[in-house]
Every structure is written in structure tokens, then in C-alpha cells.
Nanobody, 115 residues
Framework: QVQLVESGGGLVQPGGSLRLSCAAS????????IAWYRQPPGKQRELVAQ???????TYADSVKGRFTISRDNAKNTVYLQMNSLSPEDTAVYYCNAKFKSLAYWGQGTQVTVSS
């Protein structure tokens, strides 16, 4: 059974940092493009960052220069380092794995940025 398990969310003050992890199991991890999405309260889910199977990285404009996505194929894990967090980054963050017509989602992890 395919599982994507996110961790690392929590409450942080504005200007703070968090690192999210997404651990995958039961997939050939190296074949998959992995992305982080987020869904702020009352809004639609949006793409935050993606790293392809070949290592190409893209970011949403709103997080460029603050967030860094990386993958460790040996650990079947993708990370999202989030710095200079602001209240606008408050959302549930989801991990997504995609390969051709296959796509899987994690259960999400809550990130709350508040003083």
C-alpha cells in the first residue's frame, strides 16, 4: 500500500523556520516527481514547490528565496525547508507523488504562523 507521510508541521512565530518531511513507501521513489502543495483556510490548494525525478526544481513565486525543496532518494524522502515564514504561509501542507497517470497524496500537516 502506497503511503506518503508528512511530518514537521506546527506553530511558529513570524520570521521563523520549519522543515517538513515527506516519507514515501511502496513506490519506486526515483521515478516519481514529488511536490508540496498547501491549502490555506478557505482557499484552494496551490502548488508550493516541486522536484522532478530528474532533479528539476520549481517554486511558486510566493515562496521563492524562502523555501527550499530537496529529495533524498536513499531515504525515499522529500524535504521542504521553510524560512522567513509569515502568517500568509499558514496552511495544511500536502505531499504529492506523481508518475505518468499515477498520483498519490499524503494526509497533510498543519503549519500555523502566528505570534
Amino acid at each position: 500500500q502506497v503511503q506518503l507521510v508528512e511530518s514537521g508541521g506546527g506553530l511558529v512565530q513570524p520570521g521563523g523556520s520549519l522543515r517538513l518531511s515527506c516519507a514515501a513507501s511502496a513506490i519506486t521513489f526515483t521515478l516519481y516527481d514529488i511536490a508540496w502543495y498547501r491549502q490555506p483556510p478557505g482557499k484552494q490548494r496551490e502548488l508550493v514547490a516541486q522536484v522532478t525525478s530528474g532533479g528539476t526544481i520549481t517554486y511558486a513565486d510566493s515562496v521563492k528565496g524562502r523555501f527550499t525543496i530537496s529529495r533524498d532518494n536513499a531515504k525515499n524522502t522529500v524535504y521542504l525547508q521553510m524560512n522567513s515564514l509569515s502568517p500568509e504561509d499558514t496552511a495544511v501542507y500536502y505531499c504529492n507523488a506523481k508518475f505518468k497517470s499515477l498520483a498519490y497524496w499524503g494526509q497533510g500537516t498543519q503549519v500555523t504562523v502566528s505570534s
